[in-house]
């Protein structure tokens, strides 16, 4: 399985996303890599910061061909997530090419919601080629407390793609696992931002048609 995160605006945080789904199905025994297809290469200065044992490898692919490649590089892998680049259409449509779910992060802001209309263009440009491709909104870095996620989904309604049930929203702790290399399983395995990645994964498992588990 291969799941793509990508947006065409950056900043609403794809990588640390991808690392942390990407642990997340570390812990539920799959074998899995990331792939680093931005070429800022933020997942790899992830990996570079970590002075622990890694998670999982992660690999940079920053190519217009990744959909060529990526089967050669994750065939020892039953799971592959790829950190996809804001702005690099051609490499963001291989990514696509390469991917069974596309995952589109937004932030509850009206700027991401006009700027999803880019990716989910390339979406549909691609399920010309490959019919069974999924994608997904997820609302990402939602301020706690407030509405602002509940009118994103409404602006979202006018893309007809599904919105993960759940939102993801700023904490701390994202911030501070990343800066260490790690995921927020290792720095707060107890706090509400697991609880959100959890219910994440099995939001995922859903689209998949896989059976959601639990993990306390």
Known sequence: MKIGLLNQKGGVGKTTLAVNLAHAFVLEGKQVI????????SALDWAAARQQEPLFPVVGLPKASIHKELPAVSKSYSMTII?????????????????????????PSPYD???????VDLVR???????????AFVINRKIVNTALGRDVVEALADFKLPIMKTAICQRIVWAESAAQGKSIFETAPDSPAVEELVGLVNDIKEVLNEKSTDRK
């Open 113 to 119: 919601v006009w700027a999803a209309k880019e990716i």
């Open 125 to 135: 440009e691609a399920e010309v080629y490959k019919p069974d491709l999924k994608a």
């Open 34 to 41: 990331l792939v680093d297809a931005d070429p800022q290469g």
């Open 83 to 107: 950190d996809g680049p804001p702005r690099v259409y051609d490499v963001a449509r291989s990514a696509i090419m390469a991917s069974n779910l596309i995952l589109i992060p937004v932030q």
